[in-house]
């Protein structure tokens, strides 16, 4: 048995995440890689009619669910791939896949994000491998 705390986070302390143009993330909390904990989570809000630059989340394996307005990725050979999730949806993007984040609706979108790995959270790219 653990003899760990539960801890709080409240969401008017989160913190400025790491950033990727066109998006802004908040941290609610990071693991303790010293301990070999991977678990990061947190907040993405997206503009209306903004996109995101292309990037990936290294050994994280990523959860999405969408709280407001609505989320597309695009990922895949030349980033011809894509899928929408609304409201109540999850989104998962596994480690190393390269994408990114628009929002095509006129309401700012909200997301909330959990990854689980090691390593940085995220790694700007130029772009996908070509189709």
Do not use: K
Not at 35 to 55: D, F, I, K, N, Q
Request: hydrophobic residues 30%; proline residues 10%; negative net charge.
């Amino acid at each position: 048995m653990s003899s760990e705390p539960v801890e709080v986070f409240r969401g008017d302390e989160l913190t400025e995440g790491d950033p990727t143009p066109g998006m802004r993330r908040q941290v609610a909390f990071e693991g303790r890689r010293e301990e070999g904990r991977g678990l990061w989570a947190g907040l993405v809000h997206t503009e209306p009619g903004a996109s995101s630059g292309w990037h990936h989340h290294g050994d994280h394996e990523t959860s999405l669910y969408v709280v407001r307005g609505a989320m597309r990725l695009e990922f895949g050979p030349g980033g011809a791939d894509a899928v929408e999730a609304g409201p109540g949806d999850f989104l998962r993007v596994p480690p190393h896949t390269v994408h990114r984040e628009s929002n095509p609706t006129a309401e700012r979108s909200t997301a909330v994000i959990g990854r689980a790995g090691d390593g940085p959270p995220t790694v700007n790219v130029d772009g996908p491998d070509p189709a």
